[in-house]
């Protein structure tokens, strides 16, 4: 069965750059629009941001618009550039793939695969 795994996470100082990744294993990620969430302890997965199946449509919370582009290599891998990090951006980070969407989505029940997460910490 397919996977996704995300990568790219670390420890970095406010106002740092990451870029995250989301390889697929199993899966064309072309039949898929795609999101990244994030979450602390305690606290619900937070959407982050999203991007369409194909054309490239995305949307983004407001607390990371202007600072995190989300994008996508169709067929195996999803990305997630972090600029300007702050500390509130620390969270596990987690790939999504919705099988029946075609537009972004912002909601975690409209997902159907999920990745492991990675560990985003930004000092301050």
């Known amino acids: 069965q397919g996977q996704l795994v995300e990568s790219g996470g670390g420890l970095v100082q406010a106002g740092d750059s990451l870029r995250l990744s989301c390889a697929a294993s199993?899966?064309?990620?072309?039949?898929?629009?795609m999101g990244w969430f994030r979450q602390v302890p305690g606290k619900q997965r937070e959407f982050v941001a999203a991007?369409?199946?194909?054309?490239?449509?995305t949307v983004y919370a407001d607390s990371v618009k202007g600072r995190f582009t989300i994008s996508r290599d169709n067929a195996k891998t999803l990305y997630l550039q972090m600029n300007s990090l702050k500390p509130e951006d620390t969270a596990v980070y987690y790939c999504?793939?919705?099988?029946?969407?075609?537009?972004?989505?912002?909601?975690?029940?409209?997902?159907?695969?999920w990745g492991q997460g990675t560990q985003v910490t930004v000092s301050s």
């Open positions: 199993g899966r064309t990620l072309s039949n898929y629009a």
């Open positions: 999504a793939a919705a099988a029946k969407a075609w537009g972004p989505k912002n909601r975690t029940s409209e997902y159907d695969y």
């Open positions: 991007i369409s199946r194909i054309g490239g449509v």
